[in-house]
């Protein structure tokens, strides 16, 4: 028996469109499921009531473009949904919980470094802003995340992409074959966290067999090997086989089976979209595999039609992953702009699709490698003709990162550079600084 | 102006309180006969010298019985029978009766899952048992209560003498709570209905023929006849807030302290209105859906023991006889209260006495015995202080569903303390000190129940869930169930629905209502491949709890 938090928060009056997944409905059912079984008359669970995020909060982790006011009005449900995260996070790291369930919508793993609108209907990174959270108010050190929805979370993995000490593993069906086309075993980490990102693709139709067998097999030693003081589940729910987004063959016991053997110390609620066939189920298989509860009685309605892959199947497929995996080697560009200070700096050049939206960010990235810390980050995004930048000082950061951050800080601001606007995250001291010409300096 | 009895029966003493034209006339305490109630009330009755019996416009009514009766297990056997379905295991919960799981299942829509199995129904064998009561209650049966009513007809049918009760008519979520309540009314139905004809008796004996009414858990009051047995549980409570709500203006925020002999009852009322606990109550080891006021029993009270430990004391959750300077020889908070003359009854001598056995024999100095006295209070005033806490907590901590709800919580208020129980006097100033709160005592207070019985106004509660794609709704409060033949997409003809429910149940209860309160419908479109194809609405009206006058002193 654990004694299990849940914050359960559906946002009833918040939609992302009348027939848009993402709707009232999500967790209306889920909601009817565990108040008739009767779920928090469990003597361990305890129930707690949501809080708003701050602005500093999020900036802490990620970069509101052009700026924080054009992102406001649409911005309550996601502050709330993250601030549940942080209310949740702050119980289990006090110990007043072992663990918990953060029950909310909106989702938030597609979410990433810099922000410029909704993508794969998240806005911000809720398990994101809870680890930066526990580092810069409780000291906390090392976390693991571990994605087990059905895509890649890679709103997540670009937050973390160059951060030793947060290991990022996410299990997802094939880019290939869905959204966001991203996850390859090759993203592996930055120069200076090579090997933190680890991508599990699997192909459509992996069922619970084959899914506890990579998590036992693969994840489980992985995530013992870098002995996390934290461990974070972003726990989608659309491996469903009742899924209507994707193509995996999960059951509720089998995300029940997940929990229990990932042993998260949070798990954050992401996609699911299945919300009559299998949210109710599979959110209490989860609640009640966290509270040490027998989750085997639970059963959805609905029989599996599609065909699962056999295990014998699936593990010549997964021993070549790993080999693949293993032998992936770092393959980095240095690009040293003039004005760049003193360093080797990694270029990364990406671009992200707001599907929500509809519309593109161009984004040129730059890392200090550096072998004493997490190294300095410089990153230039654009959207159409717009341009802002985002400098972070890691945490942790090693004095010649830090001063690199203050110096490439203020060449943005000089008189003649042409940049509007821009952001420094300073983890190190945990300050946040909003720059715009017009308007001059903001700090959080 | 109204007349209205208010009465109050105990396990110890009966109260009763006489209002005429609108002002309290007579008050009457009388012992308690438990083995002869008909001739307890005509006491009172008799006690509060009615000048006219036919002017009375209506007696109310608060009683101990049916808590008592299960605080002290005297509730006959009741077999219970489960639809559990699938899901949590059942006994993950603690279950204080026994039950029989059979097959059948609902989902939450209230769609068959799975149907019984008519060959587990053939082996109950309730007869052979000899079962007189049985429950059946089904997972999610307040979506549809199908299962539920099919084994009632063949239970009927093999053994039409038994008293059966569907969980259903408790249209709540919570399957463990609906079982406990629906079993734990039909256990005590019985003996509610003996004590509504022993009511009916003594008033019918007194020449009255006022309607009488029966005080509820949540501060409200119906009709003898309409009111579910198990709703009279904590009336006592709920009664002592709705007395200190007749001392206060309509719109103040108050906490409420009522002092007793060895348990303090707290409660809390926002801008005029109190507390509504968000679960149902909690009565001994049964979790139930009974709506009730959200009150703290704190075991403390001015005939606690008070005994020495370490190089302090504490105060024990216990009496053993009445304070030393009433008599007894264990030191106690009114021995305190008597010793620094914050109270005028009792021994001072004597107090003083109780006061020093808890100290060693060379500290019993007048300084000394007055901070120790000074302690005692303060310590029973932190318990208060701890309870009234973990209130306002309930209140502010509500659980929120809404982006909106979240955006805009409670204001904080500002609130008065109203006192009043034996002690009241002797922590008037330590409380007020502790809460930061203006304290007035409370006027009556040897008959608070019977006063806030009195004037208690009736609650009224209608919670609409309406599937349109389903084609059902029901109501929450009296577990209806129907067909709804209206639009896929109801827009105004939905609150013209709930009006005809609330006017047709306000009617079935023969009950008058103003101010009631509506809340917002909420809608949930139901969306399959990307089309709307129904709605789920809810939308609820209440009648909060309240009193219909004021009294002054
Ligand atoms: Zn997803
Ligand atoms: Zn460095």
Same mark, same amino acid.
């Given at each position: ?37 009767? &779920? ?38 996601? +502050? ?59 000291? %906390? %050190? ?143 298989? &989860? ?23 056999? +295990? ?18 770092? $393959? ?38 550096? $072998? ?58 945990? %300050? ?13 | ?53 036919? *002017? ?74 000899? !079962? =007189?009561? /049985? /429950? ?71 020449? !009255? ?49 009522? !002092? ?26 049964? =979790? ?111 659980? /929120? ?46 008959? =608070?129940?019977?006063?806030?019985? /009195? ?55 023969? !009950? *008058? ?5 509506? *809340? ?17 609405? =809810? ?15």
């Amino acid at each position: 028996m654990k004694r299990t938090g849940i914050l359960f928060f559906p946002a009833f009056d918040w939609s992302l469109g009348d027939s848009h997944p993402e709707r009232e409905e999500r967790l209306l059912y889920t909601q009817e499921q565990l108040f008739e079984e009767g &779920i928090l008359d469990l003597p361990q669970i305890k129930q707690f009531s949501p809080r708003v995020a701050t602005m500093k909060d999020v900036l802490r982790t990620q970069a509101l473009f052009p700026n924080p006011g054009a992102h406001t009005e649409s911005l309550d449900p996601h +502050l709330i949904s993250a601030g549940s995260s942080l209310l949740l996070g702050e119980a289990q790291v006090n110990g007043e919980i072992d663990n918990g369930f953060v029950m909310a919508r909106p989702p938030g793993h597609h979410s990433g470094a810099t922000v410029w609108g909704n993508r794969g209907f998240c806005s911000l990174n809720n398990e994101a802003i809870l680890v930066n959270y526990l580092r810069a108010r409780f000291g %906390k %050190k090392r976390i693991a995340i571990v994605d087990t929805d059905v895509h890649h979370g890679d709103g997540t993995q670009d937050i973390f992409y160059h951060d030793p000490n947060v290991l990022f593993i996410s299990l997802h069906q094939d880019g290939r074959t869905l959204y966001p086309g991203s996850g390859f075993v090759n993203e592996k980490g930055g120069p200076n966290a090579w090997d933190q990102t680890l991508n599990i693709p699997l192909p459509p139709g992996t069922g619970d067999e084959g899914y506890h067998y990579i998590l036992e097999n693969w994840v489980l030693p992985r995530l013992q090997a870098f002995a996390p003081e934290i461990i974070i589940n972003s726990a989608g729910q659309d491996n469903h086989f009742t899924d209507p987004l994707a193509s995996m063959n999960l059951t509720a016991r089998g995300y029940g089976r997940i929990t229990e053997l990932l042993r998260p110390d949070l798990a954050v609620l992401e996609g699911g979209y299945s919300i009559e066939g299998a949210l109710p189920y599979v959110n209490l298989a &989860i609640l009640l595999a966290l509270a040490g509860e027998d989750y085997h009685h639970v059963r959805e309605p609905q029989k599996l039609k599609r065909t699962t892959l056999t +295990l014998a199947a699936l593990k010549p497929y997964i021993q070549d992953l790993q080999k693949q995996q293993q032998t992936v080697k770092q $393959s980095f560009t240095i690009q040293n702009k003039p004005y760049f200070p003193k360093g080797n700096w990694i270029s990364i050049p990406h671009s992200v699709y707001y599907d929500t939206e509809g519309f593109q960010e161009t984004r040129h990235d730059y890392v200090r490698e550096c $072998s004493n810390c997490a190294g300095t980050v410089y990153i230039e995004s654009r959207r159409y003709t717009e341009k802002s930048i985002l400098v972070r000082i890691p945490f942790e950061a090693c004095p010649i990162c830090e001063q690199a951050g203050y110096d490439l800080w203020d060449h943005l601001q000089k008189p003649n550079e042409g940049f509007a606007n821009g952001m420094l995250q300073n983890q190190l001291h945990d %300050k946040q600084y909003l720059w715009n010409r017009k308007e001059g300096l903001m700090e959080f | 102006m109204f007349n209205r009895v208010g009465i109050d029966v105990g396990g110890t003493y009966t109260d009763a309180v006489y209002f005429h034209n609108g002002r309290i006339q007579h008050t009457a305490k009388v012992p308690t006969q438990s083995d002869n109630l008909v001739e307890t009330l005509m006491n009172a009755f008799d006690t509060l010298k009615i000048s006219d019996e036919q *002017e009375i416009n209506q007696i109310t009514v608060s009683t101990t019985l049916v808590t008592n009766a299960i605080l002290q297990n005297r509730i006959p056997p009741v077999k219970l029978l489960l639809f559990s379905g699938n899901g949590m295991k059942i006994d993950a919960l603690p279950w204080p009766v026994t039950y029989t799981e059979l097959t059948g299942e609902m989902d939450f829509r209230g769609r068959e899952i799975e149907a019984p199995d008519q060959k587990e129904w053939e082996k109950l064998q309730l007869q052979r048992d000899n !079962i =007189s009561h /049985a /429950a059946i209650v089904g997972k999610f049966s307040h979506r549809n209560r199908l299962h539920e009513e099919q084994l009632a007809a063949y239970l009927k049918q093999h053994n039409p003498s038994l008293t059966l009760a569907l969980g259903h008519e408790w249209g709540q979520a919570n399957f463990y709570r609906r079982s406990l309540t629906t079993y734990l009314n039909l256990g005590v139905s019985d003996l509610y209905h003996q004590f509504a004809q022993q009511l009916q008796t003594a008033v019918s004996a007194r020449n !009255i023929q006022a309607p009488i009414y029966i005080l509820k858990a949540d501060g409200g009051s119906l009709p003898l006849a309409k009111i579910r047995p198990i709703d009279s549980i904590y009336s006592g409570p709920a009664a002592s807030v709705l007395s200190a709500l007749t001392q206060t203006s309509s719109d103040a925020s108050s906490i409420i302290v009522d !002092i007793g002999g060895t348990t303090t009852d707290i409660g809390l009322t926002l801008s005029g209105a109190p507390l509504i606990s968000s679960k149902g109550a909690q009565i001994g080891d049964f =979790s139930t859906l009974v709506r009730s006021l959200a009150v703290r029993s704190i075991p403390v009270g001015g005939d606690s023991v008070v005994r020495t430990k370490d190089q302090g004391f504490i105060i024990e959750e216990y009496r053993l006889g009445p304070a030393c300077c009433l008599g007894g020889d264990r030191p106690t908070p009114t021995d305190a209260m008597r010793y620094l003359k914050l109270i005028d009854y009792g021994d001072e001598q004597l107090a003083e006495e109780g006061l020093a056995s808890l100290l060693p024999p060379e500290q019993r100095t007048p300084q000394l015995l007055h901070d120790l006295a000074a302690e005692i209070i303060d310590r029973v005033v932190d318990r208060i202080a701890e309870a009234v806490d973990s209130l306002k907590r309930e209140w502010k901590e509500e659980p /929120a569903y809404k982006v909106w709800e979240v955006l805009h919580p409670h204001e904080n208020k500002e609130f008065n303390t109203i006192v009043s129980g034996g002690g009241a006097r002797g922590v008037t100033t330590a409380l007020g000190k502790r809460l930061k709160t203006t304290v007035q005592l409370g006027a009556f207070s040897e008959v =608070s129940n019977a006063l806030g019985a /009195a004037l208690a106004r009736p609650t009224f509660d209608c919670t609409l869930h309406l599937d349109t794609y389903m084609k059902q709704y029901r109501v929450e409060e009296t577990g209806e169930q129907g067909k709804w033949t209206g639009s896929l997409r109801p827009h105004r003809e939905v609150e013209g629905f709930l009006e005809t429910l609330v006017q047709q149940q306000v009617a079935h209860y023969g !009950i *008058e209502i103003q101010d009631m309160e509506k *809340e917002p419908f909420d809608f949930f479109p139901i969306v399959q491949n990307y089309q709307t194809v129904g709605q789920i609405i =809810s939308g609820a009206v209440h009648l909060r709890p309240g009193v219909i006058g004021r009294v002054q002193e």
